[in-house]
């Protein structure tokens, strides 16, 4: 097998297992099917990955390796760390919006234990991320001055909630401007 002919191969497993695991969830999806699915042999398929943990934690770097450059990328030309937490929650709601079932799958199978290290370490760069802007924001006096990793707690949790409400509950969304505007501007009526 040429190493083209591999790649595309590997491309082919991936894709017949993220829509296995979508329609059928972890448990149910078999290593079998999915072989079948992407054309190949079973003996082929691991080849490429020595289990199904190893396909299922490929396919969730895959995804969160797309999510962080199209973060990244809104960010790139953020100077004022308002506009930067806006690009990130925008972002990221936008990522998400083009990939709910991705989301489904990664919120119904969150309890894996096998990738729940993986995703731990995933969100926590995250956070870190929104954390580094709010301590930005601090030290530019654009935001005043708070326990930054605590923020970045807060609007990471609101995010993640309404990213995986439209999955589940399409009416509890609400606008992302709505939400930028309330993580930014908060409710109290300030007195200028």
């Known amino acids: ?92 709601i936008e990522f998400a919006g083009k990939h709910r079932e991705m989301i489904h799958l990664m919120g119904r199978e969150l309890g894996m234990s096998f990738s729940g290290a993986l995703v731990q370490g995933y969100l926590r760069e995250r956070r870190r991320l929104i954390a580094d802007i709010i301590d930005k924001g601090i030290a530019a006096g654009t935001f005043r001055s708070c326990d930054s990793a605590e923020a970045a707690r807060i609007i990471f949790n609101v995010l993640r909630g309404f990213i995986f409400s439209m999955v589940v509950d399409a009416e509890a969304l609400f606008s992302p401007e709505g939400c930028i505007d309330l993580i930014l501007n908060g409710l109290v009526r300030r007195e200028i």
């Not at 149910?28 to 943990?53: C, D, W």
């Open 1 to 92: 097998m040429n190493k083209r002919s591999g790649m595309e191969t590997k491309q082919h497993i991936l894709a017949a297992a993220r829509q296995a695991f979508i329609e059928q969830g972890y448990a149910q999806a078999s290593m079998r099917a999915i072989a079948r699915e992407a054309g190949t042999s079973v003996g082929g398929l691991y080849l490429h990955f020595k289990n199904k943990e190893e396909l299922y934690e490929t396919l969730q770097r895959e995804w969160m390796d797309q999510l962080n450059r199209a973060t990244l990328a809104a960010l790139r030309d953020c100077r004022d760390p308002g506009e930067a937490i806006a690009s990130f929650i925008a972002a990221s």
